[in-house]
């Protein structure tokens, strides 16, 4: 009688629990369902931008839109590949329904890149560089990066920096992008809204790790932002793809605020110091850009016109009792061309001018300009040599110019070790010689330096 009853409980047990997996089998097949039609779905808007615009694959904007759908197709496919691992195999699946549902973020397979980079300079150098890192080996800045898709066509960047002041060895952490990018609004527009570097010229907008020398060209110092990172602000950003057949174009009009916009208060007494810019609180920029495809796909020429535009910080007049700001504008034009010669051969030609002006009693137009060759000899080595000539922007006087040589030694796909010799002449000072040799590696799809 016990026994019966034991094998009644058993019986009674799965004719419970039957139906429950039933119901959890047809859920997962619908899943794999709606996931297949989505890489189906993706993968096609990567074929169609790719036979729209026809440009070469270096071209920043539209290289980087393709590789984000890669990416989320492939991450699609990891999770495809883990849950048809999981379903029965006698079940068939059905049919992928027309409007297939979003993967949900709980998925372990779409969780954000996540990556970190360390930048590391040693530093040879007399005492008349006025460099107080000199004959030093420290650790730059310390990169932290989230990256993401918050929705298909919406993504997501963020990027903390542990930052050293020049002279110190603490660190200091600072947001240095936060944004998000909605890549298709449709018509070709997309929009960024956030805290992201400005897109103004050629190196404004990159990071330091991939930059090609360890420094930012004189002209960005001066006219942008005086230390070695780009110039930031919050605000958004529209981006309009110019229906140009077999020409990329772009154009980006943005507003922006921050307080890393403006130079420092200042009575009328005391003397002006405007670091950078000199832009107080708003910032309008403007971006138009244009790349070609050049020798049926083995070079590629690109320029661009940028414009940064606002005011200088109130000054405060006691005779007459008044308030006062300039008004200041940054112009720019960058011209890039491209050569390939094997999967790892490669020319770069690039060179940028600058255009600073400003407003009122002190004010005047100044200009700064450099120009980089770079060739990449084979998979691991490169170099190439930068010469800079830029003005300080007014109310300073003074001219300064650099020379700079550089050879880079790819160690692995993330790391590489750079080794740079460059002659200044600051303006009022002695001409002097700095050798450096800088130490980048990293972990996580972010640090892929080679890509």
């Known amino acids: 009688m016990t026994r019966l009853t034991g094998w009644g409980a058993i019986v009674c047990l799965m004719g419970f629990l039957l139906p429950v997996a039933a119901q959890q089998d047809d859920a997962l097949m619908k899943r794999i369902a709606e996931l297949e ?3 189906k779905q993706q993968q096609a808007t990567i074929e169609g931008l790719k036979k ?3 440009s070469s694959e270096e071209n920043a904007a539209l290289k980087k839109r393709i590789e984000d759908l890669e990416s989320l197709v492939s991450q699609l496919q990891s999770t495809l590949a883990t849950l048809q691992r999981e379903k029965p195999q006698e079940v068939e699946p059905p049919a992928p329904t027309a409007q297939p549902a979003i993967p949900t973020l709980g998925s ?13 300079v040693g530093k040879v150098a007399s005492r008349r560089s006025g460099d107080p890192d000199r004959n030093r080996y420290l650790v730059r800045e310390a990169e932290f990066a989230m990256q993401g898709y918050l929705y298909p066509n919406i993504r997501g960047d963020v990027f903390f920096n542990l930052e050293r002041e020049p002279g110190a060895t603490g660190f200091n952490i600072a947001l240095e992008e936060a944004f998000a990018s909605f890549l298709n609004l449709g018509k070709g527009f997309q929009l ?16 330091p790790e991939r930059w090609l020398t360890t420094d930012l060209p004189l002209p960005n110092k001066h006219f942008l932002f005086p230390e070695d990172h780009g110039l930031a602000g919050q605000g958004i950003q529209l981006n309009y793809l110019l229906p140009i ?8 009009l943005g507003f922006w605020r921050g307080d890393e916009l403006h130079a420092h208060e200042h009575e009328e007494e005391e003397e002006a110091e405007p670091a950078g810019l000199g832009i107080h609180e708003r910032i309008y920029s403007g971006r138009l850009s244009f790349s070609k ?20 910080e109130p000054v405060r007049r006691r005779r007459p ?37 400003r407003s009122g009693p002190e004010g005047d137009s100044r200009l700064g300009y450099y120009l980089l060759g770079a060739y990449r000899w084979d998979r691991y080595w490169d170099g190439g040599v930068r010469y800079d ?5 007014a109310p300073l006087s003074g001219h300064e110019t650099k020379v700079v040589a550089f050879v880079r030694r790819f160690l692995t796909e993330r790391s590489y070790l750079r080794f740079q010799l460059e002659r200044s002449r600051p303006a009022g000072q002695d001409p002097f010689t700095l050798f450096s040799v800088q130490f980048v590696w990293g972990i996580g799809p972010h640090a892929h330096f080679l890509e």
């Open 389 to 393: 000539s830029s003005s300080l922007p």
């Open 52 to 54: 729209q615009n026809g």
């Open 37 to 39: 039609a989505l890489v």
């Open 108 to 120: 372990e397979k779409l969780l954000p890149d996540i990556s970190f980079i360390i930048d590391s």
């Open 192 to 207: 960024q809204a956030g805290k992201k570097l400005l897109d103004f010229g050629r190196l404004n907008r990159v990071h």
């Open 321 to 357: 009792r008044r308030i006062e700001r300039d008004d200041i504008r940054l112009l720019g034009m960058d011209v890039v061309y491209r050569r390939y010669y094997g999967a790892y051969k490669r020319l770069l030609l690039q060179g940028e001018l600058m255009q600073h002006r």
């Open 293 to 312: 495809g050049l020798s049926g796909g083995d070079a590629e020429l690109g320029v661009g016109f940028s414009g940064l535009f606002g005011h200088s």
């Open 245 to 252: 057949k077999g020409v990329f174009g772009q154009l980006q």
